[in-house]
């Protein structure tokens, strides 16, 4: 019997049916995918994300072993840093995603093939648990944050879900050796590469959550327990659970899913709250007032921001400028409020359906910002990224 002629053609890139002689069907199990990934935006994207579901890989190669993709950059020919991940934290792999940066309007071509990945050298995201402290903290290769557990009150008695900040002048990865830091040479005090200037002490820090209600906050405890989702190479993804806690005559209980990505200094929060009656939840994200900081937001476009931006605390040697921010849907936000220890982002969520904000910081010490307007044209650049994400397209053509 004479093959399709077609069969030559597209065994690189697709997975067609071929009929045997007995008239069944079989599947070609094609080698990879050709992956057109699209800057529609007029801004230059750095260390843009590209995303590509596995139901879209399989459509495209049949069945494929999810720790055997690699991805490749189809002009140097170079492998990619690549990683498969469950974002939803449900214990299936969704996503394969890799990085590149994008020019305003360019476009790039990737393939994705069966392979298992090369070592990725040198490490941009990270989240460990501190057991001594029970913190759970994460950083990518521009900032890093943390935030607590009630193992902490072993050693201090603070009650906070706050989000603290520690900035960084380098690039490498400083948890592991920030902590094994011992007095006086403690992460407070900088020794070059950057250090905890923040004090989050028991307010909302920079993105906690808590629920509003009466004009009152109402904020959840230190988390009760955590698990590590992913660490890498190029996102982070880790859960906390926090106990009930009374919201104005309401038992609210809350889990947060945060995850970030290399070269990013905002952190994707999901939270979900639960209510003891199934009621909604008027709830605030939150960022702590310090000494000598402005506020701002805005909120023209589809993703709304807020914002604040001032000097670092000067104890144990703190310079530079620090801008924290939120970053949530327009069509979440119920409008901004201001109280004399926090600007609020208000939002509402429904018992047990998932909200989403980004969350962050990024300091003038790391290079990255020199002033206020650098931290406000990022965060505007932000919500454009997440209002147009870069437009993938798979398709047939030869793999180079």
Do not use: C
């Not at 040697?317 to 979440?332: I, K, M, N, S, W």
């Amino acid at each position: 019997m004479k093959m399709p002629r077609v069969l030559s053609l597209v065994l690189g890139t697709l997975s067609l049916p071929l009929f045997a002689a007995s008239g069944q069907v079989t599947r070609v199990q094609a080698p990879g995918v050709n992956v057109t990934a699209e800057n529609t935006l007029g801004i230059a994207r750095r260390d843009e994300t590209v995303s590509v579901t596995l139901g879209q890989l399989r459509r495209s190669m049949g069945a494929v072993d999810s720790t055997k993709l690699r991805v490749r950059d189809l002009e140097s020919q170079k492998e990619i840093p690549s990683q498969v991940v469950d974002d939803d934290g449900d214990g299936k792999a969704d996503a394969l995603i890799f990085q590149s940066s994008f020019e305003p309007n360019e476009t790039k071509r990737f393939v994705v093939e069966r392979g298992a990945p090369a070592p990725v050298a040198g490490q941009r995201v990270h989240v460990i648990h501190d057991a001594e402290r029970d913190d759970m903290a994460w950083e990518s290769d521009r900032i890093a944050f943390r935030t607590y557990g009630t193992g902490l009150w072993k050693l201090e008695q603070l009650v906070s879900s706050g989000v603290d900040v520690w900035v960084k002048s380098v690039r490498t990865p400083v948890l592991e050796k920030w902590y094994a830091k011992k007095a006086p040479a403690s992460y407070h005090h900088d020794t070059g590469e950057g250090a905890d200037f923040f004090d989050v002490g028991p307010t909302l820090g920079a993105g906690g959550v808590a629920v509003w209600k009466n004009d009152s906050l109402y904020r959840p405890g230190n988390f009760t327990s955590w698990r590590i989702i992913a660490d890498g190479p190029v996102r982070l993804i880790f859960e906390m659970q926090h106990a009930p806690f009374d919201a104005g005559g309401t038992k609210v209980s809350a889990t947060r899913r945060i995850s970030l990505d290399a070269g990013q200094n905002l952190s994707r929060a999901v939270t979900i709250f639960h209510s003891e009656h199934g009621d909604s939840i008027p709830f605030v994200i939150g960022l702590v007032k310090r000494a000598g900081v402005v506020g701002s937001e805005r909120s023209a476009n589809q993703w709304a921001w807020l914002a604040e931006w001032g000097p670092v605390d000067r104890k144990n040697g703190g310079h530079g400028e620090l801008g924290t921010a939120v970053v949530l849907p327009r069509a979440d936000l119920r409008g901004w409020k201001e109280i004399p220890d926090h600007y609020l982002a208000v939002s509402e969520a429904k018992s047990d359906e998932p909200v989403v904000q980004y969350i962050g910081a990024g300091w003038t010490g790391s290079g990255d910002f020199t002033d206020v307007r650098d931290w406000w044209k990022y965060l505007d650049q932000f919500a454009q990224r997440q209002a147009t994400p870069i437009r993938i397209a798979l398709g047939a053509g030869p793999m180079r």
